[in-house]
């Protein structure tokens, strides 16, 4: 399905055909559905989806087709490279499909994005984003030859190297680069996976907190709006200190059940804005978060509804958009179909976004 530009009566036609078949998830006889849906391009399209099923094949084959595809991926993300590993890698492991086949060449192709930690791409300098999807690529082939790629040293050298000079407890993305609420997820998790120099941790807790907002997420920097991957990021680093008490969960419980949209089931980003799927696992990872920490014991998002709007947002010959008329893509696939996994299920982990059995093996390998 290709992305347009829609006009207004196209975008009609869209919400008139998600809404019929959404309805007909709630009846087991459906009413009657009416000529001028039937005649509906849009309503045709999306139909088949009308099962409470995940397209496992569909997708597989999709995922596949980009981790294979890596030279073409990269094209349109020459910067974050191992973006382009990660995010189907990711896919397919959630989907259970043996990812061991792939070891070789992404060990062979990460090795030359490293430094000491990882660049976007060869050639390129060290950043904290390639360098977190490099890491969670390598902890999800969960080998000794994938894990022994790890530079420890040269990590933990880079990580100090991207203080942010200005706000203890904060990091640059890169050296000289842009401070914001990702760089303190990046260094704290990896940080306590990979047992690196404990004072990296001073004051991000305290810095987490200072960027909690009136609505109760978190920002990107202090004094920012609440925004669902900043979110995410802060208290997911919260929790992997022990420290989720540092901000007011109630608050940020409060804002969260707030992002599932009634109409859509689906989750948005911030304040007033649409649904995205990508947001079933930044937004919806959060609920079990906050079981993790102890703050709820039970999963308070309405999980049914979030896993019909990722059905909706499947395409039949695999992979998921961020909404219906949308083309599909790595990202929100990666990040959909976490988000179905940890709806209701533990085999993701709901910090680092790779199974558990991975997180396991990581750390046992460097005990």
Same mark, same amino acid.
Request: charged content about 20%; glycine content about 8%.
């Given at each position: !399905? #290709?992305?347009?530009?829609?006009?207004?009566? *196209?975008?009609?036609?869209?919400?008139?055909?998600?809404?019929?078949?959404?309805?007909?998830?709630?009846?087991?006889?459906? @009413? @009657?559905?009416?000529?001028?849906?039937?005649?509906?391009?849009?309503?045709?399209?999306?139909?088949?989806?009308?099962?409470? @099923?995940?397209?496992?094949d569909q997708h597989i084959k999709y995922c596949t087709k980009k981790l294979l595809n %890596?030279?073409?991926? =990269?094209?349109?993300?020459?910067?974050?490279?191992?973006?382009?590993?990660?995010?189907?890698?990711?896919?397919? +492991? =959630?989907?259970?499909?043996?990812?061991?086949?792939?070891?070789? /060449?992404?060990?062979?192709?990460?090795?030359?994005?490293?430094?000491?930690?990882? &660049?976007?791409?060869?050639?390129?300098?060290?950043?904290?984003?390639?360098?977190?999807?490099?890491?969670?690529?390598?902890? %999800?082939?969960?080998?000794?030859?994938?894990?022994?790629? =790890?530079?420890?040293?040269?990590? *933990?050298?880079?990580?100090?190297?991207?203080?942010?000079?200005?706000?203890?407890?904060?990091?640059?993305?890169?050296?000289?680069?842009?401070?914001?609420?990702?760089?303190?997820?990046?260094?704290?998790? !990896?940080?306590?996976?990979?047992?690196?120099?404990?004072?990296?941790?001073?004051?991000?807790? *305290?810095? %987490?907190?200072?960027?909690?907002?009136?609505?109760?997420?978190?920002?990107?920097?202090?004094?920012?709006?609440?925004?669902?991957?900043?979110?995410?990021?802060?208290?997911?680093?919260?929790?992997?200190? &022990?420290?989720?008490?540092?901000?007011?969960?109630?608050?940020?419980?409060?804002?969260?059940?707030?992002?599932?949209?009634?109409?859509?089931?689906?989750?948005? &980003?911030?304040?007033?804005?649409?649904?995205?799927?990508?947001?079933?696992?930044? /937004?919806?990872?959060?609920?079990?978060?906050?079981?993790?920490?102890?703050?709820?014991?039970?999963?308070?998002?309405?999980?049914? *509804?979030? #896993?019909?709007?990722?059905?909706?947002?499947?395409?039949? +010959?695999?992979?998921?958009?961020?909404?219906?008329?949308?083309?599909?893509?790595?990202?929100?696939?990666?990040? &959909?179909?976490s988000g179905y996994s940890l709806a209701d299920s533990n085999f993701q982990n709901p910090?680092?976004?790779?199974?558990?059995?991975?997180?396991?093996?990581?750390?046992?390998?460097?005990?």
């Amino acid at each position: !399905m #290709k992305q347009l530009n829609r006009t207004l009566n *196209e975008q009609n036609l869209v919400h008139s055909a998600i809404s019929q078949i959404r309805k007909e998830y709630q009846y087991v006889e459906s @009413e @009657e559905v009416p000529q001028d849906l039937l005649d509906n391009k849009y309503y045709k399209e999306y139909e088949p989806l009308n099962k409470l @099923e995940l397209l496992t094949d569909q997708h597989i084959k999709y995922c596949t087709k980009k981790l294979l595809n %890596i030279g073409y991926s =990269i094209f349109y993300l020459d910067v974050g490279q191992p973006w382009c590993i990660y995010w189907p890698l990711n896919a397919l +492991s =959630i989907l259970q499909d043996d990812v061991s086949k792939y070891e070789h /060449q992404i060990i062979q192709y990460l090795e030359q994005c490293k430094i000491g930690s990882f &660049g976007g791409g060869p050639y390129q300098f060290e950043h904290l984003a390639p360098t977190y999807s490099s890491l969670l690529s390598l902890f %999800i082939l969960a080998t000794p030859n994938s894990l022994g790629l =790890i530079d420890r040293q040269g990590l *933990e050298k880079f990580f100090w190297s991207v203080q942010d000079p200005n706000n203890k407890g904060s990091y640059l993305m890169h050296v000289n680069g842009e401070a914001d609420m990702r760089a303190v997820y990046i260094v704290v998790i !990896m940080v306590i996976i990979l047992k690196l120099d404990p004072k990296l941790l001073d004051g991000c807790a *305290e810095y %987490i907190a200072s960027c909690q907002t009136y609505e109760g997420g978190i920002g990107g920097v202090r004094y920012s709006e609440s925004h669902g991957g900043y979110t995410f990021c802060g208290y997911a680093a919260l929790v992997c200190m &022990g420290k989720a008490h540092y901000i007011d969960q109630e608050k940020l419980l409060n804002w969260l059940v707030n992002r599932q949209i009634e109409n859509e089931g689906g989750f948005n &980003g911030r304040t007033n804005k649409v649904v995205d799927a990508c947001y079933s696992f930044w /937004q919806g990872a959060i609920f079990k978060l906050l079981m993790l920490s102890g703050y709820v014991n039970e999963q308070l998002m309405d999980v049914l *509804e979030l #896993k019909k709007y990722i059905h909706i947002c499947q395409n039949i +010959s695999g992979g998921i958009f961020d909404k219906p008329s949308k083309s599909p893509d790595a990202y929100h696939t990666c990040y &959909g179909l976490s988000g179905y996994s940890l709806a209701d299920s533990n085999f993701q982990n709901p910090i680092y976004n790779i199974p558990n059995k991975c997180i396991e093996f990581v750390q046992n390998f460097f005990q």
